[in-house]
């Protein structure tokens, strides 16, 4: 299995300009989630999905779209980026959302930079 | 609302020496507590969780962690810290939900030679 999968790693944005944020797994989760990481705050939630065509809000939701129309992919879209979005993204999956024994899987990271 | 506090932002240790890291929570009921390890371009690396039962929590990579509701802590051990430990520690809360899950601001372990 290859987990939890991130793409692009780095990416640098204009003001302005949009862009997706890929994640795929292949471990059949249904609940999968994106999180930001800022430094001093720790990881905050963006928006969630417990499967296939059902997505939810975090904390920190504005800003972000998301879709879920399979099982394995859960982009994020940024619409019209700015410089307070300049974070490191994660995406995390586990079995359910109230799987909450089981092991929740982050992919590696996507770093954004908005100028 | 849960919350999570690592008081410590950055702590240097030498390679072989104890390691003590710090996290306190507040939380309305019985809290589901985490601990996790990222290295240096990596996703987050569960160690160790707590759900119930013993108080004392065994996880990988040799590391373990004590819940003490009286204080509300959950303060990650390790015995002798190995060069390869260095990394970011986040300690998190959660409840019955995957979506309640709360994060520290996170830890930064140095290790001296």
């Known amino acids: 299995n290859a987990g939890v999968t991130q793409t692009p790693k780095f990416q640098v944005l204009k003001t302005g300009q949009s862009m997706t944020l890929q994640c795929a797994q292949d471990?059949?989760?249904?609940?999968m989630s994106w999180y930001r990481q800022d430094p001093g705050m720790g990881l905050r939630l963006i928006h969630y999905s417990v499967g296939a065509g059902i997505t939810d809000q975090g904390e920190v939701p504005n800003g972000y779209n998301v879709s879920r129309s399979t099982t394995e992919d859960f982009p994020l879209r940024l619409l019209s980026a700015a410089p307070s979005q300049t974070s490191v993204y994660f995406c995390?999956?586990?079995?359910?959302?109230?799987?909450?024994?089981?092991?929740?899987?982050f992919g590696p990271g996507t770093r954004l930079l908005v100028l | 609302a849960q919350s999570v506090t690592q008081p410590d932002i950055h702590i240097t240790v030498s390679e072989g020496a104890s390691l003590e890291l710090r996290c306190n929570y507040s939380y309305g009921a019985t809290p589901y507590l985490f601990w996790y390890v990222q290295s240096p371009g990596q996703g987050l690396q569960l160690l160790l969780k707590?759900?119930?039962?013993?108080?004392l929590v065994q996880g990988i990579k040799g590391f373990e962690a004590e819940f003490k509701r009286s204080q509300s802590s959950f303060n990650l051990r390790k015995p002798s810290v190995h060069w390869s430990d260095a990394a970011e520690y986040f300690c998190a809360v959660g409840g019955d939900n995957n979506n309640d899950m709360r994060f520290g601001a996170g830890t930064r372990l140095t290790v001296k030679p």
């Open positions: 707590y759900f119930s039962g013993d108080t």
């Open positions: 471990m059949n989760h249904e609940y």
């Open positions: 995390a999956s586990t079995y359910r959302m109230t799987a909450r024994r089981e092991t929740q899987y």
